[in-house]
C-alpha cells in the first residue's frame, strides 16, 4: 500500500472543509435513543453464539481532571475533591459486573483503554482496584499478547507511579505534551517541563512499557513554526513509537472554556499550515511513517505494521490492531462496539451513576447496523486505514458489482482524480502520496449519511 506523503499547501487550503473523522461508520450523529440497554444486552448476547466469539477490548472513562486546559473539548470534570472519583469509581465497578454478566467467561480481553479526562488523577491504589475488577469478571490477557494502556498527564503523575502501572499490566502509555514552549504552556494552562516529559517516558521504557505514544496540538496561542519545530526536534530526541499531531479547533461558541483564550494569540490560517507543513517534513525526516488522519509511527510499530499488512482498524480510540475485537465501553459518555452495534452511556456523571445504582446498564443510545451500513463502512475504513480500494474483495464479500453500485460516488470523486489526489480505473482506487492528507475527503464520498446531516445542521470539525 501507499505509505509516502506529499505535503501541497495550495491543495491543503482548497480542500479545507469540515467533516467526520471516522472513528465510526455511521457515524455519532446516527445514534438514537431508540437504541438503549435492551437493544444493547441482546446484542451482547449475540456475540457469544459463534464457535469462536471474538476477544474484548474495554474502554474505561475516567472523566477527572486537576486543572483546567483552556483549549479542552474533552468530556471531563475539574475537581480537586477527590472524593467524586471513588464514588464514581465504585459506579463503574457496578458497570463492570452488569457487563460481565453478558459476555462469555472464556472470551479475552486483549485490550484495555484507560481514558479521560486524566486517568491518571486516580490514586494508584484506585487504578489497581479498577484492575483488580475487571479481572474478577473478566480474563483479561496477561500474556505480551495484551494491549494494555492508559492516557497520562504528566502533571498528575510520580514517577514512582510508573513501575506500579506496570504490575497492574499496562505496557502502552499515551502522554498529552502538546507543546514544551513555555510561553504556549501558559497561555493554555498546561505547565509542564521538558525535563518531566522525558523521565515519563523513560521510566515506562525502563519498567517495559513498549509503546509510547505522545500528543501534540498544533494551533495553539503563540505558537509559530519556528516555536513548534523546537517542540517537534525535542520529541524526536525523545523517540516514541507513536505520535499524534491534533489541530486545534477554536470553537468558544460550544466550548466555553476556551473562551478564555485571547483569539489574537492564535496562528493565522498560513501560519499553522507552515507548522503542519513543517512538522511532517520533521517527522519524515526522522523516519516516521505517516498512518492517516494526524497519527505517525516509527516503522516497527505495531500501527506500522498493521498498515503494511492490511490489518490495520479504525475505531472509537483512533487507529488500531485489533479488528476482530468487541468493544465494551464503561463509564459516562463511553462508547462502545459489539457485533454490528455501537452504542453510547449517558453523557452526565449523576445520571450515569442513577441509572447504574438502579442496576440498570448507562446505554442511553446507539445504533444496530444495516447490510449498507455495512459495506459502506467497509469501504470507508479501507480508504481511512489503507489508502486504497480493491473492488473486487469488496464485490466478493458483499456480492454487488462496484462500479455500478457506486457509480455516483465514484463520480463525485472525479475532481480530486484530476486534481491528483487519487488514481482510479474499474478495478481499483488508489490515494495518491498528494491526497493521502485528503483521506476523509475520499471517506466523504462513500458516506450516505452526510448531505442529510448538513441539512440538519450537524457540524463536524474541520479535516485538516
Known amino acids: 500500500m501507499e505509505q509516502r506523503l506529499q505535503f501541497d499547501r495550495d491543495l491543503l487550503r482548497r480542500y479545507d472543509v469540515s467533516g467526520p473523522r471516522y472513528t465510526s461508520y455511521p457515524t455519532a450523529p446516527q445514534f438514537h435513543e431508540g437504541f438503549g440497554p435492551e437493544a444493547y444486552a441482546a446484542a451482547a448476547r449475540a456475540t457469544n453464539e459463534p464457535a469462536r466469539p471474538s476477544p474484548l477490548s474495554v474502554y474505561v472513562h475516567i472523566p477527572f481532571c486537576r486543572n483546567t486546559c483552556l483549549y479542552c473539548a474533552c468530556n471531563k470534570i475539574v475537581t480537586a475533591k477527590y472524593s467524586r472519583a471513588q464514588t464514581y469509581l465504585e459506579h463503574v465497578f457496578q458497570e463492570i459486573e452488569m457487563q460481565a454478566q453478558l459476555f462469555d467467561e472464556g472470551r479475552t480481553v486483549e485490550q484495555l483503554h484507560l481514558g479521560g479526562g486524566t486517568p491518571n488523577y486516580l490514586h494508584p491504589d484506585d487504578l489497581a482496584r479498577l484492575v483488580n475488577k475487571l479481572g474478577e469478571h473478566f480474563n483479561l490477557d496477561l500474556t505480551e499478547n495484551r494491549e494494555f494502556s492508559i492516557e497520562i498527564d504528566p502533571r498528575s503523575i510520580e514517577l514512582e507511579h510508573i513501575p506500579q502501572l506496570a504490575e497492574m499490566g499496562f505496557n502502552?502509555?499515551?502522554?498529552?505534551?502538546?507543546?514544551?514552549?513555555?510561553?504556549?504552556?501558559?497561555?493554555?494552562?498546561?505547565?509542564?517541563?521538558?525535563?518531566?516529559?522525558?523521565?515519563?517516558?523513560?521510566?515506562?521504557?525502563?519498567?517495559?512499557?513498549?509503546?509510547?505514544?505522545?500528543?501534540?496540538?498544533?494551533?495553539?496561542?503563540?505558537?509559530?513554526?519556528?516555536?513548534?519545530?523546537?517542540?517537534?526536534?525535542?520529541?524526536?530526541?525523545?523517540?516514541?513509537?507513536?505520535?499524534?499531531?491534533?489541530?486545534?479547533?477554536?470553537?468558544?461558541?460550544?466550548?466555553?472554556?476556551?473562551?478564555?483564550?485571547?483569539?489574537?494569540?492564535?496562528?493565522?490560517?498560513?501560519?499553522?499550515?507552515?507548522?503542519?507543513?513543517?512538522?511532517?517534513?520533521?517527522?519524515?525526516?526522522?523516519?516516521?511513517?505517516?498512518?492517516?488522519?494526524?497519527?505517525?509511527?516509527?516503522?516497527?510499530?505495531?500501527?506500522?505494521?498493521?498498515?503494511?499488512?492490511?490489518?490495520?482498524?479504525?475505531?472509537?480510540?483512533?487507529?488500531?490492531?485489533?479488528?476482530?475485537?468487541?468493544?465494551?465501553?464503561?463509564?459516562?459518555?463511553?462508547?462502545?462496539?459489539?457485533?454490528?452495534?455501537?452504542?453510547?452511556?449517558?453523557?452526565?456523571?449523576?445520571?450515569?451513576?442513577?441509572?447504574?445504582?438502579?442496576?440498570?446498564?448507562?446505554?442511553?443510545?446507539?445504533?444496530?447496523?444495516?447490510?449498507?451500513?455495512?459495506?459502506?463502512?467497509?469501504?470507508?475504513?479501507?480508504?481511512?486505514?489503507?489508502?486504497q480500494l480493491d473492488f473486487a474483495a469488496i464485490e466478493e464479500r458483499y456480492g454487488i458489482d462496484f462500479n455500478s453500485y457506486f457509480a455516483e460516488e465514484l463520480e463525485r470523486l472525479e475532481p480530486l482524480a484530476e486534481d491528483g489526489l487519487i488514481e482510479k480505473n474499474d478495478r481499483f482506487l488508489q490515494v495518491l502520496p498528494r491526497g493521502r492528507l485528503m483521506l476523509r475527503h475520499v471517506a466523504m464520498a462513500f458516506d450516505a449519511y452526510l448531505e442529510r446531516e448538513a441539512t440538519e445542521g450537524k457540524r463536524y470539525s474541520r479535516v485538516l
Open 172 to 387: 502502552r502509555m499515551s502522554v498529552g505534551i502538546q507543546d514544551l514552549n513555555e510561553e504556549v504552556q501558559q497561555a493554555v494552562h498546561r505547565v509542564q517541563s521538558p525535563e518531566l516529559c522525558r523521565a515519563i517516558i523513560e521510566e515506562g521504557r525502563r519498567y517495559g512499557f513498549r509503546s509510547t505514544n505522545v500528543d501534540l496540538i498544533y494551533g495553539l496561542p503563540k505558537q509559530t513554526a519556528d516555536s513548534f519545530e523546537r517542540t517537534v526536534d525535542e520529541i524526536i530526541q525523545l523517540r516514541p513509537e507513536r505520535l499524534a499531531i491534533y489541530n486545534y479547533a477554536h470553537l468558544p461558541h460550544l466550548f466555553k472554556i476556551q473562551r478564555q483564550i485571547n483569539e489574537a494569540d492564535l496562528p493565522g490560517p498560513e501560519e499553522k499550515l507552515s507548522i503542519f507543513g513543517r512538522t511532517i517534513e520533521k517527522l519524515t525526516e526522522a523516519g516516521y511513517i505517516f498512518i492517516g488522519m494526524d497519527h505517525f509511527a516509527l516503522p516497527d510499530d505495531e500501527l506500522a505494521v498493521a498498515q503494511k499488512q492490511g490489518t490495520l482498524h479504525r475505531n472509537f480510540q483512533g487507529y488500531s490492531t485489533r479488528a476482530d475485537c468487541d468493544l465494551i465501553a464503561l463509564g459516562s459518555t463511553a462508547i462502545g462496539k459489539v457485533g454490528n452495534t455501537y452504542s453510547q452511556n449517558l453523557r452526565e456523571p449523576e445520571e450515569y451513576k442513577e441509572r447504574i445504582a438502579n442496576g440498570e446498564l448507562a446505554v442511553f443510545r446507539g445504533f444496530e447496523l444495516s447490510e449498507e451500513d455495512k459495506l459502506r463502512r467497509e469501504v470507508i475504513i479501507e480508504v481511512m486505514c489503507h489508502s
